[in-house]
Structure formats: C-alpha cells, structure tokens
C-alpha cells in the first residue's frame, strides 16, 4: 500500500491548514506522489457517487445528510471540488495509516467527464445520475461525447445505478451496464405536465436505434415519459415515483406520506426522488429523509431571499438553458410588480460561449408586470440584444456594474430578481446586500 | 412586402442558439413593415424549397446531424432549383459543412454532402477543435462588413474557393486557415455562431436583401430604413475592445 501517498497528502493537509489552503491541491500532489493512490484506498461501507447536469450538489449533500440523520458517519466531498483531484483529497483526508476511509459511507459528487477518472479505481456500490443536458458546451464538448466517456467505463460496473426514469439520456446508461442492477426513479404525471416542449432539449433520437423519440408528456425540457415507436426503448417501471406535486407549496407524495422541499422547480423533486430512491436501496427509514428536508441548508444563489423593509429581492445561479429556464418559471409564477437584473459573464467558468441565452426562455416575464429588465456583466450587450430581438417592451438598459445596476432595479421597484451566471453571483449577492444595507 | 422563409431541421439542427438567426431577421423585417414568414421543414415533410426567398439551416451535434442525411440529400434536385430561381441559403457550422462534398465525423466517418460547392470537411486532431470569440472581415457582394462571433467546430474546411472573409481573431475554416465561411453570391455558409445575426444587424440586414431580391430584382440594401437601438454597438465593443479592434474592417 502506499503509505507515502497518504502521507505526503496528510503532511501538506496539515502544512496547507497552516498558511489557510487546502482544496484540492493535497489530491493533485498525492496523485503526483503515486498516481495509483485511489485504488489502494479501502472501505468498509458503500461508495455513492452522483453526476449528471443540474442538481448533483444538492442530491450529493442530500445523501450525505440522509445518512448522517439515519447515525452513519459520512465521508463526501461537500468542501472541496467534483474533479480527480479534488475527490482525491477529500479521501486522502479521511484515510487512515493503513489507506482505510474512516467512515461508513462515503459520497461524492463527481464532475460528468470525471467519472471515466473515478469509477473504474474506487469499488463504487451506487452511481446517481440525474440527467444530462447542454452545459457550457464549449467546454463539456457535445452531450453524445459526454455520454459515451461514461458508458465505457460500465460494461465492468456490478453495482447498482440509480437512474433518472424520465431522461432518455440516462436510461440509455443502463444498455451499457450488463453486469449492473438498475433503480429508476420519477415523476407521475401531474398538473405541470404538457404535451409539447419547446425548451432546448438534447436526446430527440432512440439511442439503441436513432428513431425520434415520442413523449407521452414532458415534465420540463425533454424530461417526461416517452418511449420509441420502433424497438420499444422507454421510460421504465419506476422504482420511485413522486405524485401529488405542488410546486407552490413545494411538497409532494411519496409512499402514502406527503413531504415538504427546501428546494423550487420541477427540477428539485427529480432530486428528492433521487435520494429516495439512495434511501430504499440501503433501507434508510422515511423519517431520516424527513429529518434532512427539514434541516437542509438554503443553498446559496438558489431562490435566496434579501428583504428589508418592503423591499425584495431573490436572487439566482444561471449555468445552463435548462437550469434557466426553470428559474424563468420560477420568476413567471410571482405576479408581482417587479425589475429583473441579469448580470451575464463570460469567463471561463460561466462559459466563453453566451450563445445559450437564445436557448432559454427569457420571455417568460417579458409581460406588463416586468416593468423594466437591466442588463449587466462582461456581455450586457449580448444580453440587452437577447430581450431586444424577444420583443421585450418594458425599459430595458445596460449598466455595466453589477451594484449600479441593483440600485437601478430597486429604484424601479420593490421587487428585484437578479439572474446570475457563476462568476457574477458572489459580486450580485455583495451588491444586494450592501444596496439594501442587510 | 412579405420574405418567405424556410428553416430546414429545426428541431435537430438548433445547436448553440442559432434560433437567434429568425428572431433577429424576423424583428428587423418586422421594424421596415415586412413581414417575414417562417415555415419549418422537417425530416419526411414534403416542401418546394424553390417557393422560397430564404432556406435556413444551423448546426446540430454529430449524431443527430447524421439522422437527417438521407432527407436532406433525397432534396438536391429541389435546392439546385432553388438556387437557379435565387432563393438565398443561410448555413451555419453543419449546414455549411452539408453543402460541400463530403465531412468527416469526429469517428472518422465521411458523410456525402450535396456537392453544391467544392469544399470538403475533414475531422480534426482528436480532441482538438476550433473554439473561442472570432472576428472576421467579410467581403459581400459590394460592401465589407466586420462580424463578430463564437465559433465550436471540430471539423477543418478545406479548398473553399470564396471565403466569406479574412479571419481577424480566431481560428476560421480550419486552425490557420486564415479565412472564414463561404460566399458565392447565392450560398452563404459559415461557422459563426453567437447567434450570428443579432451582434452582426448588417449582415441580418444583407441577408434580408438577398431574399426579398428574389421577387423584387430592383430591390437594393439602401431601402431599408436604419433601426435605432444601442445594444448591437455595446455588445461589439465588449468582444472588439478585447483585441484592440475597431468597429470596422480593415479589408476595403
């Protein structure tokens, strides 16, 4: 075994510590010392990695706190990133002498073009993946690309995959998993459902036999029951399945008890599903789910509320047209009076390429209630030009600073939803709060 | 005035926003009193590509742009009639790479093209594509215009006899090529994605001529009426200030 990964890990852990670093950079020395160090790593409980598009933070924390409140000691990646190096890290931390994890269960949460680096080295009990859609492609490359980096690193894989029963992309994985078992998790068709989607949408094509895909209903963007009309590739029997959605309310049905999210949009219960499904499989009582809902943390840039006095603002993470458009709906859903700020970046972690923006569905609230829409970030002009061509009509300007532009927005109105992509939402949220003094 | 549109595979062929295209014709049509009519045209839908001013076509990914091959190609008749009567194709990254002789897919596959234009498409080294902010000088009939705009493309254009323009920033039709796209008067083809059309208003307006030319030959490019809004010019600066560029070309 090979002590001195661990050691020269756990060494500059503690010498990091010293001068405040840390992340990832004991990962990407331990794997310099000994690029082998994953696959001498043991365990003594199950290994739980969750990828896919949208939603694998919060699934990943979910799992990692339905264990906690179910009295298992959790090892996971929470604090540190979802590459190689970063997962490396955080297990070289948590291992003894010996290269054992201390730990009974061990999440994390795995970067899509990752889990080539990670399955194949770690004995993985269970891989979560809740959907896959267009996500900054000029870095992630074409979804095909991206799906078939990890169908190859399944035909070996013998545990258990937890798949998103209504996403064609996922389901597919399970064609390339001969020697695995697959759990399928849902939604039942519910007043949100619709027949026709015009939201961006990835997967139109049976991948067994490139047939156009017919949907019985769409959940949101190419999410929903569908099946092929030429070799019967479809939505399987779901081994979990929500009903009763309310999406105001934000609670649902599961297992004759009704339940209630911290999280908004069609897109969270897809989560929650998810870690029911984790739940069923390792036998975890419904109360520890319940528990965790209960005390889950508001993740930050996620329908985050600022309020003082009668003044409002809700401010949002956009990364992707799908994530986007659910946070659209979110905005649709208050008919209040109000401004929107959108702040679009394009360095390298937002994506380099703003083309996305056309993919997503900002008219939404280009209606008589949005009174006015300021466009701000490296590409306000991109984004003024974007609800220019959508035929917005309310007032529409650029101001290229992110607190000039909220100053604006509350001058305007009481309520102010500020759209974020990555790198603009910790400058949005410094600007709220010093603008509304909280 | 009417400008009779067809957009061919939208629903497979709508990789990086290109749908910005028709919003932005289909407003700057709209602001001259022009109504711009759009048809989609699908896989198996009969159409009469010749019945119409202007065919759009976008890029889509590998698998899905191979599923429409045998339709697009079971067309070439039409669109060679098309093209006689002076119906104007607008082709982005796929759509342009379908128009030349052939193109290679990412798997070393070499899809038949439709032969309207002797360039040809060669897959890349692996993993390695053409991506990033591009500025060219293109030059369109009597006029010059600098377009900005975000080109993703494994794929290396070869032996294109008219470019449509002279890469400033960026890669073009293949790492160094030095040149962008295709123009030949009726076919513009290009790998400019961003979308194209609402950073480039000029071009959305050179476009617009071309296919209202085809019912009205007289028509000229000096008719319509210049549009009033602010945002095409700050979103150029933001890109062209990037390189120290100027807002407009260098080519005369």
């Known amino acids: 075994m090979s002590k001195l990964s661990i050691l020269a890990a756990k060494t500059s852990f503690s010498l990091l510590s010293l001068i405040g670093r840390g992340g990832s950079l004991p990962g990407t020395i331990a794997l310099k010392v000994d690029p082998q160090s994953l696959n001498k790593l043991k365990f003594r409980g199950p290994v739980i990695l969750v990828t896919g598009t949208n939603g694998k933070t919060s699934t990943a924390n979910m799992i990692s706190s339905l264990f906690e409140k179910a009295g298992k000691k959790v090892v996971s990646n929470r604090k540190g990133d979802n590459l190689k190096a970063g997962i490396t890290a955080a297990l070289l931390q948590n291992a003894k002498g010996d290269g054992t994890i201390d730990a009974d269960v061990v999440v994390l949460e795995v970067d899509e073009l990752n889990i080539r680096h990670i399955l194949p080295f770690l004995p993985v009990s269970m891989l979560v993946v809740n959907n896959f859609f267009r996500d900054q492609l000029d870095r992630a490359r074409e979804m095909e690309q991206l799906i078939e980096s990890i169908e190859n690193v399944l035909p070996e894989f013998k545990g258990t995959l937890v798949l998103n029963g209504n996403d064609p992309n996922t389901v597919r994985l399970a064609l390339k998993a001969p020697k695995a078992k697959a759990l399928y998790f849902g939604l039942d068709k519910n007043q949100y459902s619709f027949q026709e989607s015009k939201e961006a949408s990835e997967g139109k094509f049976c991948p067994r036999c490139n047939t156009k895909l017919e949907y019985d209903y769409y959940q949101y963007s190419h999410i929903g029951r569908f099946h092929c009309p030429n070799c019967g590739f479809e939505t399987p029997k779901l081994d979990v399945q929500l009903d009763a959605i309310d999406l105001n309310r934000q609670t649902f049905h599961y297992g004759g008890h009704k339940f209630q999210g911290p999280y908004e949009g069609m897109y969270s219960m897809y989560n929650y599903a998810a870690v029911l499904t984790a739940a069923q499989k390792y036998n975890l009582p419904l109360s520890a789910f319940e528990k965790m809902l209960k005390d889950a943390p508001h993740p930050a840039g996620r329908n985050e509320r600022f309020e003082k006095g009668s003044k409002e603002v809700v401010l949002n993470l956009v990364k992707n047209p799908t994530g986007a458009n659910e946070v659209m709906k979110v905005i649709e859903r208050d008919g209040t009076r109000k401004a929107v700020v959108i702040v679009l970046n394009d360095r390298e972690q937002d994506g380099t390429d703003v083309s996305w923006i056309y993919d997503t569905q900002f008219e939404k609230f280009m209606n008589p209630q949005t009174i006015g829409v300021i466009c701000s970030g490296t590409r306000a002009g991109d984004m003024a030009l974007r609800m220019y061509y959508g035929n917005y009509a309310g007032d529409l300007s650029v101001e290229p600073g992110i607190e000039a532009a909220v100053h604006q927005a509350l001058d305007k109105s009481d309520t102010v939803y500020v759209v974020a992509t990555y790198t603009a939402l910790l400058p949005s949220r410094k600007a709220i709060k010093k603008e509304l003094n909280v | ?252």
């Open chain 2, 1 to 252: 005035m009417i400008v009779k549109c067809a957009w061919m595979y939208h629903d497979i062929m709508d990789l990086y926003g290109d749908k910005g295209n028709i919003m932005t014709l289909t407003k700057r049509a709209k602001e001259r009193g022009i109504e711009f009519q759009v048809t989609t045209v699908g896989i198996g839908q009969q159409a009469d590509l010749s019945d119409f001013d202007l065919v759009f076509m976008g890029g889509g990914a590998d698998k899905e742009q191979a599923v429409l091959i045998p339709d697009l190609l079971s067309r070439k008749e039409n669109i060679q009639k098309a093209l006689d009567e002076n119906t104007f194709f607008l082709l982005i990254c796929g759509g342009y790479q379908l128009f030349g002789q052939y193109y290679e897919t990412a798997d070393h596959e070499k899809i038949e093209g439709l032969k309207f234009a002797d360039y040809y498409t060669a897959t890349g080294k692996a993993k390695s594509r053409c991506i990033g902010n591009i500025i060219i000088d293109a030059r369109l009939d009597d006029q010059t215009l600098r377009l900005v705009g975000f080109e993703n493309h494994g794929g290396q254009t070869q032996n294109v006899a008219h470019p449509l323009g002279k890469v400033v920033h960026g890669y073009g039709n293949s790492f160094d090529a030095g040149y962008e796209g295709y123009y030949d008067g009726h076919i513009l083809g290009t790998y400019l994605h961003g979308p194209l059309l609402p950073k480039n208003g000029q071009l959305a307006d050179f476009i617009l001529t071309k296919a209202i030319q085809k019912r009205n030959p007289d028509f000229t490019f000096d008719k319509l009426a210049s549009i009033d809004q602010p945002w095409e010019e700050i979103a150029r600066k933001a890109l062209l200030d990037r390189w120290k560029l100027q807002d407009k070309p260098e080519i005369s």
